[in-house]
DNA sequence: ACAAAAGTGTTGATCATACACCCATGA
DNA sequence: TCATGGGTGTATGATCAACACTTTTGT
């Protein structure tokens, strides 16, 4: 059966990007410059070429909307109702990506459209089923983020271990003991210890750590349990 | 940028059905009777119609080309690599099932191809990136067994323990304790304990259990942990 | 009576949780 | 010297892993 016989739905990308400040956990979103929902807020994304892999459509139409480039960026679920677009029958497949905010930040470049961050739990109105595609990445993100160790991906190379169980609190959504906190994550022997501790702070500064990929790697490897 | 300014990529669906007997994990495949690849064994699967629900799409073609049909099935992943059709770009939403074989026997219904189950560890070649797409589907089924009771979805609906103990050992490709197994599936009160027994075995036979979906789904809303 | 699998509890080790105070620093 | 968050240990209960024998049934 050729493919021809029949017409073909047509097949984009979009990406939700996430980001983490003091106050939220942030989406990065653009503003639509084109019709449908045109000035409607929307997931960065676009249809995929012929010829392009899916993920390089991704980071293509991420790095054309918002500038964002050599990001953590995972294939999230393929939405494809015949109604989700009014014009047409469009597929999508939905990609989540992680950044730190503090290197990129509040209004990132933007090629055609305006881009703009907004904290997940105040969003506005978005376009298509965008909100349906923003909510399983939350979802995504909230459980990945319970055994996997993605969470480094929202912090800057060097950080407080404050600001890591502040990270897993806000996005796992619950209260977490210090202690209890600290105990697990060392013991998983994949944070570094610098000899640096953070700057400018109006109390006794806390010691900075750094994420050990090839700890981390190695023990995934050997098919350690590195849950949180 | 509307869609037409670009070449579009084929969408296909294709679909991994797992079955589980006395002897292996197995997998349902077609001869292809269309080039390319045509004698090759390969997923079933075909073209997404414009219009059509991806996962519906995945159902018709999985009925018309094995006669499948009711069956437990959910999204993989989507695999666009340019080259993985040696025709033109054609991406693939991947969706994995699981069906009870003892109500599907050996050689199911057949559309237009030859259908047959193999297992899964003496696979044939097969057409296109199929392999890549089972190996993913397996790794899917491991994990997604030890939070989630789909196990269920491979057996009768009525099952000795031992049956039970024996997939999980299967698919987890780890020995269980027999006591220790039972203590924590009980213990999760999502199995019915029938009245009946197993029949025409040449020992004491075994108590038959049933999957209480009901109890599941209400401990699953209560946010209960039900790893194994 | 024998072969085959069913069924059943206890113990020790490990892990998770709850919890409160002193310390270092800058203002 | 005060305010702020940094950093630390222990005790209790829960969970997990290891382990072997008796029971039932059919042949």
Redesign the interface.
Known sequence: ?P?Y????????TDCVVFGLDEEDLKVLLIKRG?TPFKGKWALPG?????????EKSARRELQEETGLKDIFLE?L??F???KRDPR????T?AYYALVNLSEHPPTADTDADEAAWFPFDDLPKLAFDHSEILASARERLRSKLRYSPIGFELLPEKFTLTQLQSLYERILDEQLDKRNFRKKLLKLEILEETDEIEQDVAHRAARLYRFDRKAYLEKQEAGLNLEI
């Open positions: 059966m493919s016989e029949y017409a073909r739905p047509a097949l984009t084109l676009g249809f995929v070429r012929e010829g392009e892999d899916l294939q679920y393929t494809g109702h015949p047409e029958h469009v597929v497949v």
